[in-house]
């Protein structure tokens, strides 16, 4: 049996040298985790059984799900882990992707060249809206220009105009995230100007246009995603889920933006 101090252990899977797990990092952390920050295209090994963690998170990358790399592939086949032993999943953007691969369903770009870089959208599910974090923010920041179908058996959780699936549950707790909840500010000023060639894509937000949405729109994020952390790594714990009560989401004040963290 895991010790307590196991019980609270993250598995964090990260796909470049510098990236960081952002706010949902900060948020695990704050809600009494410790971070197992591993990076299996650097070498880094995965475990095989979830013994010693809580949950696991996949986050995005530039790469495609669909690329051939062999560490891809293990890292996708390794997915089967969490899956087998019902631990708390959750996979962001290319970690949803992967999940979606794992399950047999495809990961396809827009013929037309379409992508989501900047805030969309989305119509969260009466699932979604009920689902760990509570009511899903309707309005969230996007990066990619591939999408994901709704595997078999999934619920799914939120819909979007261009991509059609934009979150889904499979099994007890594992998510897809189509979208960035992790995203702050500095790390938005990062993505912007670093990859700002993606700007230039068809249906891509221009990068005023990201800035400005962070403080109309993040504050809904933040509370719902700091409600789902919660209740989703509570479902690995329990036979049966209750969630607690959701935060309103209702606009808020933005939060100022030097207290955004990196």
């Known amino acids: 049996m895991a010790s307590e101090s196991n ?3 993250v598995l964090i899977i990260l796909h470049q040298e510098h990236s960081t797990p952002g706010r949902i ?3 695990l952390l704050e809600q ?10 650097f070498d880094d090994p995965l475990p095989e059984t979830m013994d010693e963690h809580a949950g696991a998170v996949i986050f995005g990358g530039p790469m495609s799900a669909n690329d051939s790399d062999e560490w891809l592939k293990r890292e996708t086949d390794w997915i089967a882990t969490p899956l087998k032993e ?12 992967m999940l979606a691969r794992h399950l047999s369903h495809r990961v396809y770009n827009k013929e037309c060249g379409s992508a989501e870089i900047g805030y969309y959208p989305i119509r969260p599910t009466e699932a ?7 009511r899903m923010p309707r309005t969230v920041y996007q990066w990619h220009r591939e999408g994901f179908d709704l595997p078999k058996g999934a619920t799914l959780l939120a819909e979007g105009d261009v991509f059609h699936t934009q979150a889904f549950l499979y099994g007890p707790n594992a998510v897809a995230l189509q979208f960035h909840p992790e ?11 670093r990859a700002h060639e993606r700007m230039q894509l068809p249906n891509a937000r221009p990068r005023q246009d990201h800035l400005d949405g962070w ?22 714990a329990a036979p049966a889920r209750k969630p607690v009560a959701a935060a309103s989401a209702a606009p808020a004040a933005p939060l100022p933006m030097a207290a955004a963290p990196a």
């Open 7 to 9: 019980k609270r252990r």
């Open 25 to 27: 990092g900060r948020l």
């Open 32 to 41: 009494g985790c410790e971070l197992d920050i591993r990076r299996p295209r």
């Open 86 to 97: 019902k631990k708390p999943f959750l996979g962001v953007c290319l970690g949803g992707q």
């Open 128 to 134: 979604g809206d009920a689902s760990f974090g509570g």
């Open 183 to 193: 995203v702050t500010y500095a790390m938005m000023c990062r993505w912007t100007t």
């Open 215 to 236: 403080f109309q729109h993040d504050r809904t994020v933040a509370l719902w995603l700091e409600q789902f952390l919660h209740n989703w790594l509570a479902s690995g």
